[in-house]
Every structure is written in structure tokens, then in C-alpha cells.
């Protein structure tokens, strides 16, 4: 009897910007690392979907073998403006503006009248149709938030399994417990987060360390998949090279990469740095997030500092070919997928203080264990051309052979594919 081609289905809401540049958004590494799983797993001849939230039709149903499914949302890009602008707050009348724009006077009555009618930001754990129709033989949902919720109990509901993939540290908080009132920075409650760790059917770590976080705090096992790279891809767009205009009119610089947010990314720490090292240049690609942190980082920029507020995910490797450091300054980190763009591309890495056991594993880098002086050395080090030559071209060959999409995405469909088979056999029994 022939072997049944394994059918999956990847969800990643905000992974737009990373399929087509014309998408507004960001991109983080999450969407990334999702979207780079998807394009292994159809070149690995394994049915792929991914589902992605987009406000219109995508032009194309399918992209390097994957089929886009898209959950259409018309009113998202407008949500996202105006949470650019107001925000939430205890007691009456229950919004605060951060800044206003013209278009909030027809905008906030629409997006209040839809909740009222529809009851957006209502329960997580409702299946969504959409999700229940898809054929699959497994979910796979990235990053510990409500709308994975919503692929948990939308598999169950279609009696399939469903695989969380970790997107972050964060997303082994311990204040996820099950009778918790916390709510992360990015509005997901508590003890949604612990019941979606207790209740998947597997769990993919990106490190070690996060592995055994979650079976001190959780009691749940998780396999350890390294993030993966396409090398071949991220090679192929060094060309052309990066425009004045994608790095703001430096021609060398100390890159940046992250949100407008204070809790994790922390771009005002960028600056304190950048005030260190008045001889050096800085680009910040700094996409929106909090609109007070924004101002803030473009108010106090220094002179040697350019801001970006995005550029297209095909253009990154251009913009890392001119980069003569990558600096990061996050307070918490997963694993970050700009670390082994920066390694692909022999750019050298200060980090503030995340990534010590790769930093130190490859040689690519400095860690810097919270002292700012020591990034600053660090980058003083890198701005001279050619330093550690050696060392950048050995880390590269290192990522190559440890984060592949071949050698990654064979991990992950072993895990898909075991529980896929599990979760067949336990119903075949029922």
C-alpha cells in the first residue's frame, strides 16, 4: 500500500509582510521562522498550508509549493492604525490618545460598532470555522497567544492534533499559571497561555535552555528544533545591492533590528550606545509598536543615528551586506533569527544580553552579559574593516550545517508526522 503524503496546516496571522512586500506590517522573527518552515516542508514534498490573516485576496494561492490560506479580516489595517494612536486605559471613558490623526473621527465608530456587533477580542478557545473545514492531518501554531488558542480548540474540534511551535522565552512566562490574572505586554492573558501549554499535543523549543524552562515551569516535554535559514535565498537577495534609501543614506553602519517597545526590544538602549560611540554610525530598523517609545527614540536620537521604520523582508539581506555590526539589545529573546542572518551575511554580533551560549559556540560575536562597555568595545573592534575575518566565515559555515532548512525542516516534519500518526491511531481506536 502506498505511503500517504502527510498533509499540515501552518498558522502564522501576521506573516503578510514576509509573503509579498506589498503587506503592510512588520516582520518578526516568528512570522519569519514559520514561513521558512512552510517553504521546507513543501520542498520536502509534504502538503503545506499556511494560513495567514490578510485584509484582501491574495493575488496568488500558492507561493514555492505552499498554499496561502487566507483568513480575511477587511477592518485589520485600520484596527492597527488606530492602536497606533489609542490605547487602552481603567475606568471612563476607557481609551487615551497617544496622537491624533484626522482619520480617527471616522475610524473609532466603525471599529467600536464592530465590536459591538461581532464581538471582536471575544473567546479564545471558539473554534473558527475556517480553520475547522481545512483537510489536514495536523495544526501547527507559532508563538504562545490568544489566537493559538483559537487553532488548539479548532483542531479539537476537528479532531486533529496541533503542534505549538515556541516563539520566545516569553512564551514560558512564569506567571502563566491557571488561575492567573496576569496579562502579557501583548494583551494575552495568563491562564490562556497555561492552558495552551498544558493542552497541545507537542511542543517545539528553540534552544535547550527553553526546553528545560518549560518542563521546570509547565511539566510539558519539547522537542529542540535549532530556528531555521535559507541560505540559498538569503545569499540570492545580497542582489542589487541595498539603495540610499534602505539604509537611509549610510553607506556603513551598526545595524538594529526590532520594535518601538520598552519591555523586550528596547531601542533606547540602542541610543545610550550610540551616544558611547559618537564615531560610529547607527541604522535603526525600528518597526511601530508603542507610539510613545517611538517619539521618544526619534526625539533623542543622537546625530550618528538614522531611523528606519521598515524595510522590505526581501531587501534584509542587502541592508546586513553593508552592516559593519549587528547590535541587540532585548532584554528577552527565543532565539533570534536576525543572529544567523548576521552570521550568514560574516557580520559581527554584540549582544547585550541574550544569545550567550550561540555567540560563544560560533565565535561570531561579543556577550556582553548586560555591560554596556562592553558592547561598546565590542563595536569599536568591529568598525575596523576586516576584523575577524576568519572567525565570520567559520560561523557561517557553522549555521549552514546546524540551522539548514533541509536539516531543520526534517526535524519538524519527524514531529508533525509522529503526531499526525499518534493522534490517527488513538482515534482508529476510539
Given at each position: 500500500m502506498?505511503?500517504?503524503r502527510l498533509s499540515t496546516c501552518l498558522v502564522a496571522l501576521n506573516a503578510g509582510p514576509v509573503l509579498t512586500p506589498d503587506v503592510a506590517g512588520r516582520v518578526g522573527g516568528l512570522e519569519t521562522r514559520a514561513w521558512t518552515f512552510a517553504r521546507g516542508l513543501a520542498q520536502a514534498d509534504i502538503d503545506a498550508q499556511f494560513v495567514v490573516r490578510l485584509s484582501r485576496a491574495p493575488a496568488v494561492s500558492?507561493?514555492?509549493?505552499?498554499?496561502?490560506?487566507?483568513?480575511?479580516?477587511?477592518?485589520?489595517?485600520?484596527?492597527?492604525?488606530?492602536?497606533?494612536?489609542?490605547?487602552?486605559r481603567a475606568g471612563f471613558p476607557w481609551i487615551e490618545l497617544h496622537r491624533w490623526r484626522w482619520p480617527l473621527l471616522w475610524q473609532l465608530p466603525i471599529l467600536a460598532a464592530e465590536r459591538?456587533?461581532?464581538?471582536?477580542?471575544?473567546?479564545?478557545?471558539k473554534p473558527d470555522g475556517r480553520l475547522v473545514e481545512l483537510r489536514t492531518d495536523v495544526y501547527c501554531t507559532f508563538g504562545v497567544q490568544s489566537h493559538s488558542a483559537t487553532v488548539l480548540a479548532s483542531a479539537k474540534a476537528a479532531g486533529r492534533p496541533c503542534v505549538l511551535?515556541?516563539?520566545?522565552?516569553?512564551?514560558?512566562?512564569?506567571?502563566?499559571?491557571?488561575?492567573?490574572?496576569?496579562?502579557?505586554?501583548?494583551?494575552?492573558?495568563?491562564?490562556?497561555?497555561?492552558?495552551?501549554?498544558?493542552?497541545?499535543?507537542?511542543?517545539?523549543?528553540?534552544?535547550?535552555?527553553?526546553?528545560?524552562?518549560?518542563?521546570e515551569r509547565f511539566g510539558r516535554t519539547a522537542t529542540v528544533i535549532p530556528n531555521p535559514v535559507d541560505v540559498a535565498e538569503w545569499d540570492a537577495r545580497r542582489q542589487p545591492p541595498a539603495t540610499r534609501e534602505e539604509t537611509a543614506g549610510l553607506d556603513r553602519y551598526v545595524l538594529w533590528v526590532?520594535?518601538?517597545?520598552?519591555?523586550?526590544?528596547?531601542?533606547?538602549?540602542?541610543?545610550?550606545?550610540?551616544?558611547?560611540?559618537?564615531?560610529?554610525?547607527?541604522?535603526?530598523?525600528?518597526?511601530?509598536?508603542?507610539?510613545?517609545?517611538?517619539?521618544?527614540?526619534?526625539?533623542?536620537?543622537?546625530?550618528?543615528?538614522?531611523?528606519?521604520?521598515?524595510?522590505?523582508?526581501?531587501?534584509?539581506?542587502?541592508?546586513?551586506?553593508?552592516?559593519?555590526?549587528?547590535?541587540?539589545?532585548?532584554?528577552?529573546?527565543?532565539?533570534?533569527?536576525?543572529?544567523?542572518?548576521?552570521?550568514?551575511?560574516?557580520?559581527?554580533?554584540?549582544?547585550?544580553?541574550?544569545?550567550?551560549?550561540?555567540?560563544?559556540?560560533?565565535?561570531?560575536?561579543?556577550?556582553?552579559?548586560?555591560?554596556?562597555d562592553t558592547v561598546c568595545d565590542g563595536l569599536q573592534t568591529y568598525w575596523q574593516p576586516g576584523a575577524d575575518?576568519?572567525?565570520?566565515?567559520?560561523?557561517?559555515?557553522?549555521?549552514?550545517?546546524?540551522?539548514?532548512?533541509?536539516?531543520?525542516?526534517?526535524?519538524?516534519?519527524?514531529?508533525?508526522?509522529?503526531?499526525?500518526?499518534?493522534?490517527?491511531?488513538?482515534?482508529?481506536?476510539?
Amino acid at each position: 500500500m502506498p505511503h500517504r503524503r502527510l498533509s499540515t496546516c501552518l498558522v502564522a496571522l501576521n506573516a503578510g509582510p514576509v509573503l509579498t512586500p506589498d503587506v503592510a506590517g512588520r516582520v518578526g522573527g516568528l512570522e519569519t521562522r514559520a514561513w521558512t518552515f512552510a517553504r521546507g516542508l513543501a520542498q520536502a514534498d509534504i502538503d503545506a498550508q499556511f494560513v495567514v490573516r490578510l485584509s484582501r485576496a491574495p493575488a496568488v494561492s500558492e507561493i514555492d509549493g505552499v498554499r496561502i490560506v487566507p483568513l480575511l479580516d477587511r477592518l485589520y489595517p485600520m484596527r492597527e492604525a488606530a492602536r497606533m494612536c489609542v490605547g487602552k486605559r481603567a475606568g471612563f471613558p476607557w481609551i487615551e490618545l497617544h496622537r491624533w490623526r484626522w482619520p480617527l473621527l471616522w475610524q473609532l465608530p466603525i471599529l467600536a460598532a464592530e465590536r459591538v456587533l461581532f464581538g471582536a477580542g471575544g473567546d479564545p478557545w471558539k473554534p473558527d470555522g475556517r480553520l475547522v473545514e481545512l483537510r489536514t492531518d495536523v495544526y501547527c501554531t507559532f508563538g504562545v497567544q490568544s489566537h493559538s488558542a483559537t487553532v488548539l480548540a479548532s483542531a479539537k474540534a476537528a479532531g486533529r492534533p496541533c503542534v505549538l511551535v515556541l516563539g520566545s522565552d516569553g512564551d514560558l512566562d512564569e506567571r502563566y499559571t491557571q488561575d492567573s490574572t496576569f496579562v502579557s505586554p501583548y494583551g494575552d492573558p495568563g491562564h490562556v497561555c497555561w492552558r495552551i501549554l498544558q493542552e497541545v499535543d507537542a511542543i517545539v523549543a528553540q534552544t535547550p535552555a527553553q526546553s528545560a524552562m518549560l518542563q521546570e515551569r509547565f511539566g510539558r516535554t519539547a522537542t529542540v528544533i535549532p530556528n531555521p535559514v535559507d541560505v540559498a535565498e538569503w545569499d540570492a537577495r545580497r542582489q542589487p545591492p541595498a539603495t540610499r534609501e534602505e539604509t537611509a543614506g549610510l553607506d556603513r553602519y551598526v545595524l538594529w533590528v526590532g520594535r518601538a517597545e520598552s519591555v523586550h526590544k528596547r531601542p533606547d538602549v540602542c541610543l545610550d550606545v550610540a551616544r558611547r560611540c559618537p564615531e560610529i554610525r547607527f541604522l535603526m530598523v525600528m518597526n511601530p509598536r508603542d507610539p510613545h517609545v517611538e517619539a521618544a527614540v526619534r526625539r533623542d536620537a543622537p546625530p550618528n543615528v538614522r531611523i528606519l521604520s521598515a524595510v522590505p523582508f526581501a531587501r534584509m539581506p542587502a541592508v546586513f551586506a553593508r552592516s559593519a555590526a549587528l547590535l541587540n539589545t532585548s532584554s528577552l529573546e527565543g532565539f533570534p533569527n536576525v543572529f544567523l542572518q548576521a552570521a550568514l551575511s560574516r557580520v559581527p554580533i554584540a549582544s547585550l544580553e541574550v544569545g550567550r551560549e550561540f555567540l560563544e559556540r560560533i565565535g561570531c560575536g561579543c556577550f556582553a552579559g548586560g555591560d554596556l562597555d562592553t558592547v561598546c568595545d565590542g563595536l569599536q573592534t568591529y568598525w575596523q574593516p576586516g576584523a575577524d575575518a576568519d572567525k565570520l566565515s567559520a560561523a557561517r559555515e557553522t549555521v549552514i550545517r546546524k540551522h539548514g532548512l533541509r536539516e531543520t525542516t526534517e526535524q519538524l516534519a519527524g514531529v508533525l508526522a509522529h503526531i499526525a500518526n499518534r493522534k490517527g491511531t488513538a482515534n482508529r481506536r476510539e
